[in-house]
């Protein structure tokens, strides 16, 4: 079974925009922790954010924000005010268990804002 | 700001012929991982090491695919011989030690395999 699921495949905006992206995560352990990673053309992955489940504090930096939920397994991620920069594919993934580091990527959403 | 080094970037080989990756991690990181990841997909990850030692290689196809990080520091990744399903972005990353660290990752390297 899909341990990350991005039902989002593609999403397009038009700049100025808000966009949340949505992440659903299935995991037995009580103790995880939730990534988000950009890919832009690239192809390098640049990490955004990391999150643990005991923390369910939402978080913002700057335009990004992050929506965690424990109730219904959920860590989206809103970017307020799109730009053209923001134009990626974007991961989430879930590291389960204390000692385990191995991430569990979704397929991602690939974001297009348009000018 | 440290960086994940990986080269080549891009990687066109033949079927049946050898490749090579390497990965040199950000410094003093101890964990080193090999990511596979396959044109529309995430990354799956294929080996770990902690220094020179191999934490995980479950999902590394051993019959062809072999890794190394002989001084624990920089990596090797090889394929050999080469398929044409190997087509993908091959990437590496690196954390500071086993747990549940911040993995960051290099610009990777682009394989086709014609």
């Known amino acids: 079974a899909q341990k990350v699921t991005q039902a989002q495949t593609e999403i397009s905006v038009v700049e100025k925009e808000d966009v949340t992206l949505d992440c659903v995560y299935e995991?037995?352990?009580?103790?995880?922790?939730l990534f988000w990673y950009k890919q832009p053309p690239s192809g390098e992955l640049v990490f955004l954010i990391r999150?643990?489940?005991?923390?369910?504090q939402n978080e913002i930096s700057g335009r990004y924000s992050w929506n965690f939920q424990k109730s219904t397994s959920s860590f989206n991620f809103t970017i307020t005010a799109s730009q053209v920069v923001d134009s990626a594919v974007y991961f989430c993934?879930?590291?389960?268990?204390?000692?385990?580091?191995?991430?569990?990527f979704g397929t991602g959403t690939r974001l297009t804002v348009i000018p | 700001e440290a960086e994940v080094a990986q080269s080549p970037r891009y990687k066109i080989t033949e079927k049946s012929q050898a490749v090579a990756f390497w990965c040199d991690p950000i410094?003093?990181?101890?964990?080193l991982y090999w990511y596979r990841q396959i044109l529309g997909q995430g990354p799956e990850l294929l080996v770990q090491?902690?220094?020179?030692?191999?934490?995980?290689d479950s999902q590394l196809p051993k019959d062809r695919f072999s890794a190394e990080r002989l001084k624990g520091v920089d990596s090797t990744l090889k394929i050999q011989p080469a398929e044409l399903g190997d087509s993908a972005m091959y990437l590496c990353?690196?954390?500071?030690?086993?747990?549940?660290?911040?993995?960051?990752f290099g610009p990777g390297t682009r394989l086709l395999v014609l």
């Open positions: 410094s003093g990181h101890a964990t």
């Open positions: 999150r643990n489940s005991f923390d369910e």
């Open positions: 993934a879930l590291s389960e268990g204390a000692g385990a580091n191995n991430l569990f």
């Open positions: 995991t037995r352990d009580t103790t995880y922790y």
């Open positions: 990353a690196s954390s500071t030690h086993r747990g549940v660290e911040t993995q960051y």
């Open positions: 090491f902690q220094d020179e030692s191999v934490v995980d």
